[in-house]
């Protein structure tokens, strides 16, 4: 089956420093991949569409210039935390997938302390 | 419009029972119907998925139940093992929103001995 991967799977940081995620589609390529985001005990949060080729895609609310959007090839999206703050922590997933399946990674649980 | 509402918020079964989870969606534009599974710090894995003109499919122990003018469908588990004890998200697609996921906000099922 079609596997996602990211790295890394999880991350401490300073407040104010960046962070980076990295979302890879093993063995399929991938237009299209998507950020989410999860808090404990809650559901999905879909964050951001991320575009090969182009400029990503930001739900409402999200802050675009916050969370750096990077889809620089069909298997590789990577998503930065910049300036991030005790408040991003969180866990963030990415997923990939054809037309209909969409095929999630890992996680990468993100601490700021 | 977007919603998919989901109950219930939390499920225990004994081993060997029937777990069903419910939900239901306003927009019927929607044409693909996933259900995933996520274990505690792992990403979600799809577990089965049906389009609206099917009205069940099984895999296994897992069930889709679908009616389309409703607009519920839910997801029965046979034989309910300890192993199961997860938590279960419902989630809804058109394939003309680019695979957007949109996703109920989960189901924490546990399957006690």
């Known amino acids: 089956g079609a596997v996602v991967s990211q790295h890394p799977s999880w991350v401490i940081c300073k407040s104010g420093t960046s962070v980076k995620i990295e979302c890879r589609s093993l063995?399929?390529?991938?237009?299209?991949m998507f950020w989410y985001r999860q808090f404990p005990k809650q559901s999905l949060m879909l964050m951001a569409t991320?575009?090969?080729?182009?400029?990503?895609?930001?739900e409402q609310g999200v802050e675009k210039d916050k969370f750096l959007i990077n889809h620089a090839s069909l298997t590789l999206s990577t998503l930065t935390v910049t300036s991030a703050h005790p408040e991003d922590s969180s866990f963030y997933i990415c997923?990939?997938?054809?037309?209909?399946?969409?095929?999630f990674g890992p996680g990468t649980r993100l601490t700021v302390t | 419009q977007q919603q998919v509402k989901q109950s219930p918020q939390s499920l225990i079964v004994q081993k060997g029972g029937i777990s069903i989870i419910n939900c239901a969606y306003e927009?019927?534009?929607?044409?693909?119907f996933p259900w995933y599974q996520q274990f505690p710090g792992k990403g979600p894995a799809l577990l089965i998925a049906?389009?609206?003109?099917?009205s069940e499919k099984k895999e296994g122990r897992f069930t889709i139940s679908f009616n389309k003018s409703a607009k519920q469908f839910s997801l029965h588990i046979m034989d309910s093992q300890p192993g199961d004890s997860a938590t279960y998200f419902c989630?809804?697609?058109?394939?003309?929103?680019?695979?957007?996921?949109?996703f109920g906000t989960g189901t924490q099922l546990k399957v006690e001995l």
């Open positions: 927009n019927t534009a929607f044409d693909y």
């Open positions: 063995d399929f390529q991938a237009t299209t």
């Open positions: 997923s990939a997938g054809g037309v209909y399946e969409q095929y």
């Open positions: 991320s575009n090969e080729g182009s400029k990503a895609t930001y």
């Open positions: 989630a809804a697609a058109l394939r003309g929103g680019g695979n957007k996921l949109t």
């Open positions: 049906i389009r609206p003109d099917v």
